[in-house]
T-cell receptor, first 109, second 113 residues
Framework: AQRVTQPEKLLSVFKGAPVELKCNYS??????LFWYVQYSRQRLQLLLR??SRESIKGFTADLNKGETSFHLKKPFAQEEDSAMYYC???????????FGQGTRLTINP | EPEVTQTPSHQVTQMGQEVILRCVPI?????FYWYRQILGQKVEFLVS????????KSEIFDDQFSVERPDGSNFTLKIRSTKLEDSAMYFC???????????FGPGTRLLVL
């Protein structure tokens, strides 16, 4: 079965500091990985997906198949980055998203 | 920008009662999904729906659950006889294609007493 693990439930960093939210997955095939974000009182929304290789709001994530990881990084955190972040996976032949537990990121001024 | 909408935003019901949660997916989307999140737990997939039939479902989606697209715009989740453990936030999502981005609604918070 597929599984996504986000080891940190809570992460707190200061504004301007680098941020890394960890995500590890277990799946024997070729997954597609996503980061979704939920700002306060807003809906879940896609932040980025690994196939796009984009940088969104300064965030990047690289799929490391050797380490089965898809960590989310930003070099300089901003206060508006405070939110709940979910890593998710989809597998070939299936439509469902498998989510991690989520990490609540707080950026301190 | 078009959005997925869900009604009601909150629902309180008695154990054993039937509930229907409603969703209006984005209008040109073809794939529809329900997920749920029990408080403090992960977002879990329930079911996906395409071309008027279930295309995938999880073990959670047992005979107590059903989905329907009663008209061209609504997508509903029915729980026939609610249990205490059905208390959760239920999210609807839709996508244009099977591997396209899933867009989520704001959720319906269901409380079963």
């Amino acid at each position: 079965a597929q599984r996504v693990t986000q080891p940190e439930k809570l992460l707190s960093v200061f504004k301007g500091a680098p941020v890394e939210l960890k995500c590890n997955y277990s799946y024997s095939g070729s997954p597609e990985l996503f980061w979704y974000v939920q700002y306060s009182r807003q809906r879940l929304q896609l932040l980025l997906r690994h196939i796009s290789r984009e940088s969104i709001k300064g965030f990047t994530a690289d799929l490391n198949k050797g380490e089965t990881s898809f960590h989310l990084k930003k070099p300089f955190a901003q206060e508006e980055d405070s939110a709940m972040y979910y890593c998710a996976l989809s597998v070939q032949g299936a439509q469902k998203l498998v989510f991690g537990q989520g990490t609540r990121l707080t950026i301190n001024p | 920008e078009p959005e997925v909408t869900q009604t009601p935003s909150h629902q309180v019901t008695q154990m054993g009662q039937e509930v229907i949660l409603r969703c209006v997916p984005i209008s040109n989307h073809l794939y529809f999904y329900w997920y749920r999140q029990i408080l403090g737990q992960k977002v879990e997939f329930l079911v996906s729906f395409y071309n008027n039939e279930i295309s995938e479902k999880s073990e959670i989606f047992d005979d107590q659950f059903s989905v329907e697209r009663p008209d061209g715009s609504n997508f509903t989740l029915k729980i026939r006889s609610t249990k205490l453990e059905d208390s959760a936030m239920y999210f609807c999502a839709s996508s244009a294609g099977t591997k396209e981005t899933q867009y989520f609604g704001p959720g319906t918070r269901l409380l079963v007493l």
